[in-house]
């Protein structure tokens, strides 16, 4: 009796979207579709790291498999990433793939490290000029990374592309059943076979694996001379692949309307990267190329296409691997230009747009935009877009503090009334604004409208207090709010302020 009962009681567990036929098509095949575009990426960031390209098809397997389990952000791609090849390429070049290996591991660790401590949160202090700079930088690198493959290549490579634009942009207007990415894969391929065309394909970019990858220790000596060496490198890959994945997770949350939680990506990340080292990858994170293809261009919502795009990428490669070498490259250029074309934010360079908007916001977008181009790293964009919106913020704000004064009507005392946000950038201007030698004997600083932040604010009443001082005059500061209170009456008097 009371089994049944809790049968009856008990909550059902919602379920899985994917089940529903009509999802799980759409996943299914999402899958498919990057996992085809991840073979290339894979193989041209192996060569950028110096390795061979398994270790890069190895990476993209095992950080989609386990992004799909442990991340925060359901239908994000994760896998080798060309921001990872920059940071481990010297270390490779140098040392060997067996400690590239041990820092992909260190990365991985330092990553759930940082997850603890909250990094996720500091997404909150990432403006959107910013991330309108680095979704339109990403955008340019894109379509940039097709280039190579336009250039210096047979005649017949542009028409091919042309019929896979056509095919993208037109076949989803009549019908949505199927990925449009997909059929113009398929349609390209059968073409240069049937018809034999000598165009670049696939198989040309290097050679795919032909077995599973093995699980394994790296071969390094396990001592503090080991440590002290990939270190930097572990650090730069923990810093890097969680900026991307983070920046990349709330651009889909915003596409998608959705919600993900960043602190679970964020050691979602370090997990995959331990795991793919552990089986001899070179480590990566979130890739939005990959991501725009999977939840934009194919539709997919749900982790299991973020999952099978790493299984079918191994299957590809490994079972496949012939029928993969002759997809023609022309058909993968095409899906990643409709990526890039639809991933850039046209309306924020419309003359409308900028007309309208401050111009420390389109100097913070330009900012990110310009560092990512020259440097090729969305990490180093984005923090220079930072700091260039911080150093504007503080710029307006400090232009916002006022200082006004009154002579009592006996004479005697002069009021000042200060408004606005006091910090290092406002507070240098205050000790200016008081006039000491004409001022009488008494004077009060009322501080109701101001709110005292920092130690720069507190060292500048201090001045001014000693100026008054000086001349024989008194200064009494009144009406500090209970935060300015506390932070003067801690400091005041004690940073050294008019000597």
Known sequence: ??????????????????????????????????????????????????????????????????IAICGGRPAMISAATGAVALVVGPLAKEHGLNYLVAAVILGGAIQILLAVLGVAKLMRFIPRSVMVGFVNALAILIFTAQLPQLLGVPWLVYPLVALALAIIVLLPRLTRAVPAPLVAIVVLTAVTVVAKLAVPTVGDEGALPESLPTFGLPQVPWTLDTLTLIAPYALGIALVGLMESLMTAKLVDDLTDTHSNKTRESWGQGVANIVTGFFGGMGGCAMIGQTMINVKASGARTRLSTFLAGVFLLVLVVLLGDVVAVIPMAALVAVMIIVAVSTFDWHSIAPRTLKRMPYGETIVMLATVAVTLATHNLAAGVVVG?????????????????????????????IYSVHGELFF???????????????????????????????????????ISTKYAARGKSVEIVELNKPSARIHGTLAGRLGAGH
């Open 386 to 414: 930072v700091l260039t919106a911080m150093v504007i913020f503080a710029r307006q704000v400090a232009r916002l503090v006022e200082v006004t004064s009154v002579l009592d009507p006996e004479g005697t005392t002069r």
């Open 1 to 66: 009796m009371s089994a049944a009962l809790s049968a009856v009681t008990r909550p059902r567990l919602p379920r899985p979207s994917w089940l529903s036929p009509r999802v799980f098509r759409t996943e299914v095949l999402a899958g498919l579709v990057v996992a085809l575009a991840l073979i290339p990426e894979a193989i041209s960031f192996s060569i950028l790291a110096g390795v061979d390209p398994r270790v890069g098809l190895f990476a993209s397997f095992t950080m989609a498999v386990t």
């Open 425 to 463: 950038a406002s507070s240098n201007d205050l000790v200016g604004q008081f006039d000491y030698a004409g001022d009488p004997d008494n004077v009060v600083i009322d501080m109701s409208r101001a709110h005292v932040w920092d130690a720069s604010s507190v060292a500048a009443l201090d001045a």
